[in-house]
């Protein structure tokens, strides 16, 4: 069975940071764009950051230059480092990747069950 799974979300000070992690597990042929999304309530689920492949980064414009997305490729890992962090940045944070599960087999979105980070003021 196919999974992404999440880690590392929490509780921190305005000014503080976290790291999130995200593992892709399961029989996968090839990951395509791994991203993160958030979420606030009420709201709706709002792009951060994604990574291809061969390591191209983009960014929503209120995290740039303070997060950080990065991957390992052998380890189907993706990682959002987030500094300098806000209180506006308190949300659910969704691990996002496209997925290949055979050789020429189309491709599939699969999301992660999700990580709560507050960020105190």
């Known amino acids: 069975q196919v999974r992404l799974v999440e880690s590392g979300g929490g509780l921190v000070q305005a000014g503080g940071s976290l790291r999130l992690s995200c593992t892709a597990s399961?029989?996968?042929?090839?990951?395509?764009?791994m991203t993160w999304y958030r979420q606030v309530p009420g709201k709706q689920r709002q792009l951060v950051a994604g990574?291809?492949?061969?390591?191209?980064?983009n960014y929503a414009d209120s995290v740039k230059g303070r997060f950080t997305i990065s991957r390992d490729n052998a380890k189907n890992t993706v990682d959002l480092q987030m500094d300098s962090l806000k209180p506006e940045d308190t949300a659910v944070y969704y691990c996002?990747?496209?997925?290949?599960?055979?050789?020429?087999?189309?491709?599939?979105?699969?999301w992660g069950q999700g990580t709560h980070v507050t960020v105190s003021s």
């Open positions: 996002s990747s496209d997925l290949v599960l055979v050789r020429d087999g189309p491709q599939y979105r699969y």
């Open positions: 399961g029989s996968i042929f090839s990951i395509n764009v």
């Open positions: 990574i291809t492949t061969g390591g191209s980064a």
